[in-house]
């Protein structure tokens, strides 16, 4: 599946974010916020495809919001709140200038996300391929 293969090549991407330490100059913040956007971006995509494959209709025509409430009610993904700031935080990457709202991303991202998206792989390799 091409959206598994994107997702595993941006999750490799990420990991990138734990080679950095604050403080961040201006560019190497926007390039982990940059990681992490397109993690999620392919994360939702891909659980999109999948859940489409396995005859959710949700997969069809679902926005982020409803696909990773389907993801959950599924058993794709184990931690609906977690998904939903996460979705929240790349909602606000378009407000990354902000420096404050950049370095909560970024930490987030290395506290909660990467872990999420790995334990992610992980379930799709084993149930969902």
């Known amino acids: 599946m091409r959206k598994y293969e994107n997702f595993c090549r941006a999750l490799t991407n990420m990991e990138e974010i734990y080679q950095y330490k604050e403080p961040y100059d201006a560019?190497?913040?926007?390039?982990?916020?940059g990681l992490y956007e397109i993690c999620f971006e392919q994360a939702w995509k891909m659980m999109k495809e999948i859940l489409e494959a396995h005859g959710f209709e949700e997969g069809a025509t679902g926005s982020p919001k409803l696909i990773l409430k389907t993801a959950y009610r599924a058993g794709m993904i184990r931690d609906e709140a977690l998904w939903m700031r996460a979705l929240q935080e790349r909602n606000n990457v378009t407000h990354s200038y902000n420096e404050k709202i950049a370095l909560g991303i970024v930490a987030q991202a290395k506290e909660d996300f990467y872990g999420m998206f790995c334990a992610l792989k992980k379930e799709i390799e084993d149930s969902w391929l």
């Not at 560019?27 to 916020?33: C, H, R, S």
């Open 27 to 33: 560019v190497i913040l926007a390039g982990l916020v």
